[in-house]
């Protein structure tokens, strides 16, 4: 069947001025800009969108603004003779200010991602949005009513249906690694949780009890993205949760958020950003008067002082991160936050040290988080390897290798980018010794495993 030529977009292009091969340059530039790097469009790419072929998204979005900065006015999608539907690139990047703008941008980000929209899977890491979304999260006013009119009314057994299938699908991620869970997250959040959002009817007091519920599993979803190494989709993800936390007004799990955001930030190497994120943690979690969320943006922010090579404010973060997990009762504080225990302390104690150069501190540490629940497989294999480079450091080249078996066959169970990232961190640390027989012997016997 023949298309229909655009005659909109060819009229467009000549009001403007651009040659075709300008106006695709100005796609991808653009698209870089606004965090989804690698379109590469051309002057034939154009001739095939004037002769009607719609381009995908995000295109259309890109054309109209595109258009509107060189006309000096607003630019429609229906004016490019395109669909008026597309989806912003920056969908999910923003904290809203009002319950019904989170709850529309929450859902269309689920919506999109089980679509698997190719602007959310390649977008990037944006500094900016997650120091926004913090920022709104420590200034902006408590909600108003969380509620909503639809047709079905919200119950305890669709909050507690919620949190019973979060507390499963973080078991399989843990023992298994995301890869192997996170798509059936994102289907359950877009056919299950949308319809009670956006259609459910409920009150303000069950408003804030399913805002509460979307946060915490929505967040799950974007740590499972991070473990992933999907940087700018975990962004999105856990911005919205945040955003879905302040409808419950809940500061105990909007800290909690706040500390996974600085996690992401540490591992990715933006340290001052990953500062930034755990001093509002801290603010969060002192306004919620939670001891072990207190202790984790303090080790958090202890991570980023390390990274940055500053062992005095290092120490000192990790010496409040002690105090406050000496503070604590776990029966008091919220369920999400009982993985954080001794051994976890622990772990992120190792980091710190091992990121220093400390060696002998790094083992200590480690060997400490090895007294850890059995469930955490993919913690276990972190902190094996965090044990193995302390171990480096110390010049225990044979007991490295031999911890360096355990964790590569761990790794060798899951579906975790992060996992392989330890992995190939590991065999850097192994790389002056290649020739060494522990470190031929380490690399025989995991070849298959690596």
């Known amino acids: 069947m023949e298309r229909e030529p655009n005659r909109l977009l060819r009229q467009l292009i000549a009001e403007a001025g651009f040659s075709h091969k300008g106006l695709a340059r100005r796609i ?28 995908r998204d995000p295109v259309p979005s890109l054309l109209t603004e595109i258009f509107a ?8 999608a229906a004016e490019l003779g395109m669909s008026a539907i597309t989806t912003p690139l920056d969908l999910g990047q923003e904290f809203t200010h009002t319950w019904q703008e989170g709850v529309t941008t929450v859902t269309a980000l689920w919506r999109a991602d089980v679509e698997r929209r190719r602007f959310l899977i390649d977008s ?3 500094i900016g949005a997650g120091s926004v979304g913090a920022v709104r999260w420590l200034t902006s006013p408590p909600e108003g009513r969380p509620s909503s009119t639809g047709a079905r009314r919200v119950g305890r057994a669709d909050i507690a249906a919620m949190h019973e299938v979060t507390r499963s699908f973080g078991e399989l991620d843990n023992r ?14 877009d056919t299950a949780v949308t319809p009670l959002l956006k259609d459910g009817s409920y009150g303000d007091s069950t408003g804030r009890r399913l805002a509460a519920a979307a946060a915490e599993l929505t967040r799950l ?8 190494e999907q940087h700018g989709l975990a962004q999105r993800y856990l911005i919205q949760a945040l955003r879905l936390a302040r409808g419950a007004d809940d500061h105990a799990l909007g800290g909690e958020i706040l500390a996974g955001m600085a ?3 540490v591992y990715m190497g933006q340290l001052s950003h990953a500062l930034d994120l755990a001093r509002a943690a801290q603010l969060a979690a002192r306004r919620a008067g939670v001891p072990t969320l207190l202790a984790s943006s303090h080790v958090l922010e202890a991570h980023a002082h390390a990274g940055l090579g500053d062992a005095r404010s290092c120490a000192g973060s990790l010496h409040e991160a002690e105090r406050a997990f000496d503070a604590r009762s776990p029966a008091d504080e919220p369920r999400w936050l009982r993985y954080f225990d001794e051994a976890y302390l622990a772990a992120k104690f190792a980091h710190c040290f091992r990121d220093l150069g ?39 080249l044979e007991e490295a290798c031999t911890v360096g078996v355990a964790a590569w066959t761990l790794a060798g169970e899951l579906q975790s980018a992060r996992s392989r990232s330890y992995v190939a961190d590991l065999r ?23």
């Open 28 to 55: 991808n530039d653009l698209a870089t800009a606004r965090g989804t790097p690698g379109l590469k469009y051309d002057h034939s790419s154009v001739l095939r969108w004037i002769g009607g072929q719609r381009p």
């Open 69 to 76: 900065l060189r006309l000096g006015r607003p630019v429609t």
């Open 124 to 126: 990037t890491f944006a």
């Open 176 to 189: 298994f690694g995301s890869g192997r869970v996170r798509s059936s997250v994102v289907k359950y959040l």
């Open 221 to 228: 979803a974007g740590w499972m993205a991070y473990d992933l």
């Open 263 to 265: 996690h992401q930030a």
């Open 358 to 396: 400390e060696g002998e501190r790094a083992v200590r540490q480690a060997r400490r988080s090895l007294d850890m629940d059995g469930r955490y497989v993919r913690g276990r294999m972190f902190n094996l390897s965090l044990l193995a480079a302390g171990l480096l450091q110390c010049g225990e």
């Open 428 to 450: 850097r640390r192994l790389e002056p010794y290649k020739k060494e027989p522990a470190v031929v012997a380490l690399h025989e016997r995991t070849r298959e495993l690596v």
